[in-house]
């Protein structure tokens, strides 16, 4: 039933041979890669005015060199990637680019900044989402978290499902969006050019911070969450047309242009216009109203800004299955992250995410501008390690023009690394702090997983098994725990007397001298099998049992432990179940926990006994 | 580890023969079963004037009307307990009463009511305790729910620790409360003689409702939980001095006495007073704040209120699992609820009765006015079985008086009948309706409980059993899946040999193509186990196994299932558990289902292999 349920929700199961390996043209590529990186000014926009704000309308002239500053910014990183495309053609992501340049730690350092990268990705694109929906319609504010999540949920079943029409579907809200967004920012233009520049009046806003350069530093540091998802191409190059190199970066150009014209032509607008939201509007939809009013024009820019951040989110599903996929194969993460499911996706990596992108949301109450302070810092790590690897790339294999890539990409690693200074020194306090805390320990969970699997590799070799152990002997002592005379242990008895003659049955007497008649039922009917009646002083099932197991252990003194036989009722409903008392349940329970504590597990038999009603 | 922190936090086992049956003498008795029942006058003071407060000053005037009416209807049921005790020296509890006198059916609604009496007792005590302390520390409002959970946790600690001390320890409170709130009422008394009586001026409360009967009859119905706890004597004979029936009559009746002085006083004297409440504060702490004014005296009151509140509800801790242990023991409840724990103790009673409880208080917000609809109608279903049944008691043992003894509680019987109807009536709306439904359910519970067990003991008797069956052939089919070949197998295999000559090795291919490789290694290594290679077109491990294992039962047709043996990793640290990918746990899971689906299951085996790091 459990299965029937799963199936219905994800569809039914597909064979390995289904997996394929279309490759996108250029059209299809800029959908499946920008979302992400395009969808970013939603919350940039949204944190950069926050943050002048606090200095009032003259905070607000900052908007535009702010502006200006993080376009150059996405100038130079974007330079650095298309470097990274040509070099690493089979995909060059973080993880990759810093583990083969700079060593193992720096890949997982950077794998786990990756991780934090996407986690929040997703988790701030659903929540600004909302917060466009909610800026239309303002009453969906106080459902927030619940929209979120209803959201997440959609993402991860559709991913769950697989998406082998991600491509064409994907599309439509990119396009949408770049289409919406660039007339919206057109007629602004027009807007401009005829009513000329405006100002904010000063006593529109209050002043409660002066303007100050830390002011300053920390809304550019902000600011820079524009940039996340620009790496995306150089992780997908494989899957574009060849020339693959070729193609894709032309496909990572075209998106920065669209990239940097949407912001800064947003926050250009934001400024010169003179615009200023509502309490309970986003200023990308405070925007959108003194462009387009109160028309259906509006709905639909705030409409198609929720379905590209909802698409944002979806890269992140699937990103992070596939990086923990990789982690898993080279052995630093579980290797169930490794298997592809049912449906031919790493379901155990979407699940993982889908559950850490829920606690998220739901701890930070769905408040995008929380969870900003944690984004950029995993994010420029990343790019930073990586362009530094890009560098020591171009050292190595010193190609044509080597020194100018390997500028390039330096100017690029500074630059990011710099960035991500500013970003983890302004925001420490607002929550920075715990992004380098959560790497480190990730980094140093992906080794100690490593070693695990290295040291259980080599435990388990059969290269130094000369030969096979001698057989154990022909009867192994056998202990029946029973519960009192009936016909549940009949087959347990039967079928520890098919395989061995060194069989004790044992009952622990609850109560006081009920030992005495079940000793006398017993005797008459297996003569042959002794049976033990242990005392049990604190009314314990367990205690007594683990104690005789031990002590016959010791009696024997054989190295061999005894070999526990369960017999167990199988009954007929399942609610029934709980109308037992699950002493076998509690044995089996007990013995494990006793493998924890001690070290050592007994062979244990279940022996089923069908109750009919 | 899990099981020190158990007994660091409820203390070590206690044996068995340390069950003490002390008698309580006359005043500790008082203490030990009066708590529930003086301390109802918290919320039903506060409900009485919250239902009148409604009609504005006007409806404040039938304050001491409703009074009286509730105390004349508390003199009705403390007599008829007062032949209960007389009729059942032995413990008359609603349920034994109810089931010897009218029946196995009325029995078990009687015990469902009680059930339901005792949980709500529980949660509305603490809420009402909580309110207690926050009318005195409006801070602590916010907190209502944290705090009234913490409480619970403390009361069910105590009480898995088991109450050795219960009697002295408990008094405290008890007649703190009895005399901090006597003298205030004495203090009381003495203002109304000096300053006579005072009115509520008209405009100081707004009149949302109009004077109706509904609105009166209403308020009664809510006042009548004024009476809850009264029957706590009758169930608790056995436990006074000797002359048992003699010594609790006497008890009840001072307690009685106390319950209406106290109950009337309150009321009385918020009327005449003219007590208003704050909007953040009871209706007994404006009363405490008039008379004491801010004084550490008005503190004290409210503390007392608190603690005796946190007895009253410790009072379902000890009730609710006890009468757990009767049902289970007659075979209407699982049998786990009968047990002693470890501290002598019905310890799966204490924490049922914990859930229930905190789910209730979370569900309701810690809202104690929410939670009174759903109170007295259990209560006093329960009264009026248990009335109706002395009735029948005193007609079938005709003693001294009987028709006098008869006429009393069957006037007790009918009062509270018709309280029941006017309280179910009245609050039906408000989530009265979930009561006579949750009973009826819980009646159906325990009777489809009581069939299976009877069911089950029919079903594997051994009497019908003639002769025992022949032994299985001797050696077993048995079934290993493998995962791979290392050192993990080696004692499955080595086991399996020494208990049977039919062995088949199953390898499941995940990967097209793993299992040629398999193959040739085995070969070399076991070549007297025949190994199995299994594709997997869908990646499931599971699927394929499990048809392998119909399939050979169906070729082999000899009604015998195959063995399944599990060779499985025993990691070394907790967190290594993680690391594997459970196929020996998901094998194990795949089986259970299959129990459940297909109604049989297999022997498993489990062989451990222990991994050394």
Redesign the interface.
């Known amino acids: 039933?459990?299965d029937h349920l799963w199936h219905l929700i994800v569809g039914s199961?597909?064979?390995?041979?289904s997996l394929s390996r279309e490759r996108l043209n250029k059209i299809r590529a800029l959908a499946a890669f920008s979302p992400d990186a395009l969808s970013s000014i939603a919350y940039a926009n949204q944190e950069i005015y926050l943050g002048l704000a606090l200095a009032g309308s003259a905070g607000l002239a900052f908007l535009w060199p702010i502006g200006l500053a993080i376009t150059g910014l996405l100038l130079i990183v974007a330079l650095s990637y298309f470097q990274t495309i040509h070099g690493y053609p089979s995909g060059g992501g973080s993880y990759v680019v810093a583990r083969e340049n700079l060593g193992t730690i720096p890949g997982l350092i950077a794998a786990a900044a990756l991780i934090v990268d996407y986690i929040l990705t997703a988790a701030v694109s659903l929540t600004a989402g909302v917060a466009a929906l909610a800026s239309a319609f303002p009453v969906l504010w106080a459902y927030k978290v619940e929209l979120a999540i209803v959201l997440l949920i959609v993402i991860t079943v559709v991913n769950l499902r697989g998406l082998q029409e991600s491509g064409t579907v994907m599309a439509i809200p990119v396009y949408l969006f770049l289409g919406v967004f660039l007339s919206m920012l057109g007629v602004g233009v027009i807007h401009l050019m005829v009513g000329g520049v405006r100002y904010v009046p000063q006593a529109t806003l209050p002043v409660l911070q002066p303007i100050t350069p830390f002011l300053v530093l920390h809304t550019f540091a902000t600011g820079c969450t524009a940039l996340t998802g620009i790496e995306a191409i150089s992780n997908g190059v494989p899957a574009f047309r060849p020339p693959e190199a070729r193609n894709a970066g032309k496909t990572l150009i075209i998106m920065a242009g669209l990239m940097g014209t949407l912001f800064l032509g947003s926050i250009g607008l934001t400024q010169f216009l003179a615009v200023i939201p509502r309490a309970d509007e986003t200023i990308l939809s405070a925007l959108a109203h003194w462009i387009f009013g109160n028309t259906p024009l509006y709905f639909l820019v705030q409409i198609s800004t929720l379905l590209i951040l909802a698409v944002a989110a979806n890269t992140s599903f699937a990103g992070f299955p596939r990086l923990a996929a990789i982690l898993a194969k080279d052995g630093f993460l579980?290797?169930?992250l490794a298997?592809?499911?049912?449906r031919l996706v790493y379901s155990n990596g979407i699940l993982t995410l889908a559950a850490i992108t829920g606690l998220l949301i739901i701890l930070f109450n769905g408040n995008t501008h929380a969870l900003i302070p944690l984004f950029a810092v995993g994010a420029f790590l990343a790019f930073t390690l990586s362009q530094i690897g890009m560098v020591n790339h171009w050292q190595r294999t010193r190609g044509r023009h080597w020194k100018i890539k390997a500028f390039l990409n330096g100017l690029g690693g500074l630059t990011t690394g710099i960035t991500m200074v500013i970003v983890g020194v302004s925001k420490f306090v607002e929550g920075a702090w715990i992004v380098p805390i959560a790497i480190a320990l990730m980094t140093l969970g992906f080794l100690r997983?490593r070693d695990?699997?290295q040291?259980?590799a080599q435990?388990?070799?059969?290269s130094e098994?000369l030969e096979?152990?001698a057989?154990?002997?022909?009867h192994?002592r056998i202990v029946i725990p029973i519960s009192g005379?009936?016909?549940?242990i009949?087959n347990a008895i039967?079928?520890a007397?098919?395989?061995?003659t060194e069989i004790t049955a044992v009952y622990v007497e609850?109560e006081?001298g009920s030992g005495e008649q079940i000793q006398q039922k017993w005797t008459t009917?297996?003569p042959n099998v002794p049976l033990v009646v242990l005392p049990s002083?604190?009314?314990?099932l367990v205690g007594p049992l683990l104690d005789f197991l031990d002590q016959t252990d010791r009696e024997h003194n054989d190295g061999q432990l005894a070999v526990v036989m369960l017999p167990?009722f199988?009954p007929?409903r399942?609610w029934?179940f709980?109308?037992?008392?699950?002493s076998a349940w509690l044995i089996k329970t007990a013995l494990l926990?006793r493998?924890?504590?001690m070290?050592?597990?007994?062979?244990?038999?279940?022996?089923?006994y069908?109750?009919?009603?």
């Open positions: 039933m459990l199961p597909l064979p390995t041979q579980p290797h169930q298997g592809l499911g049912d997983i695990h699997y040291d259980v435990e388990l070799s059969l098994l096979l152990p057989l154990t002997p022909p192994p005379i009936h016909k549940g009949v039967t079928f007397r098919a395989i061995s609850l006081p009917l297996w002083p604190y009314r314990s167990e199988v007929a399942w029934h709980f109308l037992h008392n699950q926990y493998r924890r504590r070290g050592f597990q007994r062979v244990i038999i279940d022996v089923p069908h109750l009919r009603r």
